[in-house]
């Protein structure tokens, strides 16, 4: 399965910033789709993921509340990130895999090539 990620940057503490994961073909009901993030020196840590038939979602205990996972259509899913704090500076990697949770990069099926994120103060 090919991820793109986008809508990366670099913004200030407080900010918000939306990335997006797409396919280019669909994104299947048995599938659960979630973002990865690895900061400088760090391992890759979960962050959000969606079972796509269902539509459930969970997050991170240092994201919940403040960034939102949802599904932009059939083909994309999306990352809204708001409050961001300079611990949230990562590389952020989209990923699919068909585990009902998916938080354990070891049972991700697909990486996206990731999109950097700078939270500067």
């Known amino acids: 399965v090919t991820l793109v990620e986008s809508g990366g940057g670099e913004v200030q503490v407080g900010d918000s910033l939306r990335l997006s994961c797409e396919t280019p073909g669909r994104i299947f009901s048995s599938w659960t789709m979630a973002w990865f993030r690895q900061a400088p020196g760090k391992e890759r840590h979960f962050v959000a993921g969606?079972?796509?038939?269902?539509?459930?979602t969970y997050y991170a205990d240092d994201v919940k509340g403040r960034f939102t996972i949802s599904r932009d259509g059939a083909k994309t899913v999306a990352l809204q990130m708001n409050s961001l704090n300079a611990e949230d500076t990562a590389v952020y990697y989209c990923?699919?895999?068909?585990?009902?949770?998916?938080?354990?990069?070891?049972?991700?099926?697909?990486w996206g090539q990731g999109t950097r994120v700078i939270v500067s103060s």
């Open positions: 990923a699919q895999g068909t585990q009902y949770t998916l938080t354990d990069p070891r049972d991700v099926t697909s």
């Open positions: 969606i079972r796509w038939g269902f539509q459930n």
